[in-house]
């Protein structure tokens, strides 16, 4: 074999994940991995745990990440909550909407499907009416913000309507977790899931998650056991639980530096403050918005229904997608992001996510993309 | 909220992992983050694969690391292989074995159980008599390393027997993997996993796994739905197959920067050589034994079972456990292991584990615990 280390470039993430990582995470990341029940690195959990109920905006005593990526996250909540033959109205607009739907019947559960145009917000009215339907309904799960499509939903309004029919409420917040507003115990969230590597501009391979008191009871209340070990939370809820940074009972090895990384995101995150961060990402979507208006991309998503982190545009007629993602990638070495699911080949996904989301980069993309496309 | 950076001590790690990672590693680790499809990551994923598959010493095509911590590679494996209602042989001489059997029983599987002494090897003949009274079953699974008690088992013939009853092997290589001999072709194991915090000494978080051919034939073969979607190999196999260096199908977003230090790690294994490594981890066994013998500190398990890497010895009498080992932190920056199980509290496990097993790390060891064991 001739192999010889891995010497990657410095790339742009302007992608649907990973993002851009400031040095500092980096830094952090690359510290002197220390024992997962060392006291010092129990109380940098307990430090992150406070961190994110901040981002989350939750007092929830159950706030944690998974030692996995987001996709385990969304499996987190699936499987600790909903039991066989339990009844989930699921909210598809998008690729993850569709996964969700997965995961309901992988743990024996009932999905129930809202199905939504691809490229729009969940349509509350669409929601209630199934709810008037399937009064049995026990949960209500949507996606919060689209990834394969670049739609934002209301959250506080779906999570409001759940409530009515007496529904446990679960989020997909991957990508909008630091990038658009998102409240949730003012809006009633149970259950939600993110990743790491989006707005949080962390390095991918940790979930956050965080469960309300009801979304506890629940998980305490089955009557089978969690068919995951791994993802079993009340069996890691004994290892993140502890706040006293005494004793922890041993579940499985942390991701010790990945922990350390996302210790320091987050602390940049509480540092800038919520609602500058999510002013930045909707002034940077402005600016690219205005750019891609100017080159004639147009958007998919109607404008009061865009995410500003994830701006999926239709490729022009005529141009070759794969050509062009790769120009921009060898000459600038600046990442977009290709379509998924239904958009695949039709669409491209540019990312403004946390550290990814400043001026330098807007600039970067639009002149690059210019260049690209009178190329053809 | 007062919180700062974390910054953790350099500490000598010697429990039973993490272990020492050697600045190489934790360099490859903060190099700059690029996207999960980029063609010169799909590449290094690639290499990756060649790297495991030398330190596997197997030629499986599905050889990879699971995006998640070893308890997550090996629901990895009996996940994707057990179907509801097959049987499974499951040795159980220490905490892993145990937890083998509850993953069987989570994925509705019938555990037969081996039950052997704790700190002893799987015992071949107890395996056999199991086998006879079970002509029904589908599996043999046992540790090769018992990370809880420091037992070696004998895989080859563990194994060689469970083929004449024509079941499959699932072998728990967490703590073996580059420490000691092992050779899954040679030794017809057909699922393997490890992880990445113990003697291969990169960061924690990451699961290597491999699959025979026969493994599978028999994933592809089931006619039931694998219950974890995160974990699903007929989906992650699509996403780690592609040998060309192009197209690779989204599965996850894989941890980039982890895999970038687990490259690097691999890359050392392989120019140390394997051998070289099995050498090398009992030269530093052999001047730790004698020096815990010097010290009159006895091992649990008997010499000609003993993983040189993982040295579970007994807490000598009227010793204070807790207080030792905050007193090797807190005045050597030195971490070893408790006691796990049946043996928390009675026992402390001293790692030699990859980076970690080199002299400087043995002495420091024995003078350290002989001034904590004076000051009682």
């Given amino acids: 074999m001739s192999i010889s280390s891995f010497n990657p470039p410095r790339r742009t993430l302007m992608g649907p994940g990973p993002s851009d990582i400031s040095p ?10 220390i024992g997962h029940l060392d006291p010092l690195f129990v109380n940098m959990m307990d430090e992150v745990k406070s961190l994110l109920q901040y981002a989350f905006q939750t007092k929830n005593e159950i706030t944690m990440a998974v030692s996995a990526p987001g996709s385990a996250g969304m499996e987190t909540c699936f499987v600790n909550l909903v039991e066989p033959g339990e009844k989930v109205i699921v909210c598809i607009n998008g690729v993850f909407g569709a996964r969700m739907k997965e995961n309901v019947e992988r743990v024996g559960g ?11 917000a969940v349509s509350p009215s669409q929601l209630e009416d199934t709810l008037k339907q399937h ?3 026990k949960f209500v799960a949507f996606v919060h913000a689209e990834t394969s499509t670049g739609a934002l939903s209301d959250a506080q309004t ?10 446990i409420t679960i989020v ?3 990508t909008s977790l630091g990038g658009v507003e998102l409240r949730v115990d003012d809006w009633q969230i149970d259950a939600i899931y993110s990743g790491s590597q989006k707005c949080l501009s962390c390095v991918p391979g940790l979930s956050p ?3 309300s008191p009801s979304a506890v009871d629940k998980i305490k209340s089955r009557t089978t056991k969690v068919q995951s070990w791994f993802l079993d939370q009340t069996l890691v809820m004994d290892y993140w639980a502890n706040n006293s940074g005494g004793k922890r009972s041993y579940h499985h090895t942390a991701p010790v530096n990945s922990l350390y990384a996302l210790h320091e995101s987050l602390l940049h995150l509480y540092r800038e403050g919520l609602e500058t961060a999510w002013a930045r990402h909707a002034d940077q979507h402005q600016a690219l918005a205005q750019g891609l208006a100017d080159l004639g991309i147009e958007f998919i998503v109607p404008e009061a229904e865009r995410l500003p982190q994830l701006n999926a545009v239709y490729i022009p007629e005529g141009v070759d997608d794969v ?6 990638l060898n000459e600038f070495n600046l990442e977009i992001g290709a379509g998924l699911g239904a958009f695949a080949g039709k669409a491209w996904r540019i990312g403004l996510m946390g550290y990814s ?3 330098e980069n807007v600039l970067l993309c639009i002149a690059a993309l210019k260049q690209a496309l009178n190329k053809r």
């Fill in 24 to 33: 500092q995470v980096l830094q952090a990341l690359s510290k002197p991995t």
């Fill in 110 to 120: 009932i999905a129930i499907t809202v199905d939504g145009e691809w490229g729009r």
């Fill in 135 to 137: 009064s049995d309904a």
């Fill in 158 to 167: 779906l999570c409001a309507i759940a409530k009515q029919y007496g529904c």
């Fill in 172 to 174: 997909d917040a991957v």
């Fill in 209 to 211: 998650v965080s469960f």
């Fill in 323 to 328: 050509a062009v993602r790769s120009y921009l």
């Fill in 357 to 359: 989301a400043k001026s």
